[in-house]
């Protein structure tokens, strides 16, 4: 049995598990982008009451496995609380916070960094602060976080896999499910890794495209 075969059997159990991990990834990826991107902007704001606890909370989650901090949020922080929480919210809700605290620091250092002759060469031209955000800004500061913000929305793709280590049942947990049955590793696995390669190569590349074609060090200009 090849592996389209074996893709071409389980198609339902497959299914099953992509959906689940697609699910995952649209709550990580809109809270990580949303939530994340707000906290960057008031972590550049307001450097002392948001940007520095920030960074301190990006410093921490840095230090710690996320498969620890997973484990810990499904077994230790729960029995604490005295509740029982499914395990798909508990995977979600860490992925979730290890993504906004990542998107935080990216687009905090992109706002911090930003070149202020820029700003003030606007203010010069007749400018308005609107527009110099419109025309200026936005545009350069964009350039700057979309390629590091792709690269690690498919970080956070490859990060589900862990779920299935509390019961989730994503793709990788119906893989290891198929697998119990016909014991068909090599086959099972590659077709796993071929899915990964279909999602995670295009958007690696136009991370990458991006990145050379528009990231510029404007420390400089």
Known sequence: MGVWDILLTYHMAFARGLLVTLQLCAVIWVAGLVLGAALGVAGSAFPRAVGWPSRAASFILAGVP?????????????????????????????????????VADIVRGALVDFPQQYITAARVTGLTRWQTLARIQAPLILRAVIPP?????????????????????????????????IYRPVEIYTALGLFFLAVSLPVTGLALWLRARYTRDTSEQ
Do not use: K
Request: charged share 5%; glycine share 2%.
């Open 66 to 102: 996320v498969l620890v901090f997973l484990f810990w949020l499904h077994y230790p922080a729960q029995a604490l609380a005295g509740v029982v929480i499914d395990p798909f919210v508990t995977a979600a809700a860490t992925l979730a916070i290890l993504n906004i605290v990542g």
């Open 149 to 181: 913000l792709l690269l690690l929305q498919v970080s956070m793709l490859h990060m589900t896999l862990f779920a299935s280590l509390i019961s989730v049942e994503e793709i990788f947990r119906a893989a290891q499910r198929i697998n119990a049955q």
